[in-house]
């Protein structure tokens, strides 16, 4: 069993960018209309599913480093590409 607190932690190019890709994550614009309002929380689940997941693999692994770190967030970017915020109306799109 390998003690935590000899893991050798990732470098903070490697955390920004997952931090990053966290943020593109669950960082949706809100709804314009109530009726929105179910679609854009089925999205925000889904893809802070996509990003719990991730989290998960990076914590279940003591020796994650920093090619892990990277490895999840393009995966998260990746991911995202499939779920774009265009099911619903909001204040980013040209109305």
Known sequence: MTDATTAVPPDRTAIRRLLSAVQEALDLPA??????????????????????ASFGRLTADPHSDALDYASEAEHIL??????????????????
């Open 31 to 52: 709804p314009v209309r109530a009726r929105d309002q179910l679609v854009y929380l089925r999205l925000v689940e889904k893809r802070a599913l996509l990003v719990g």
């Open 78 to 95: 990746h991911q995202l590409a499939d779920l774009p915020p265009v099911t619903y109306r909001h204040h980013a799109q040209e109305l």
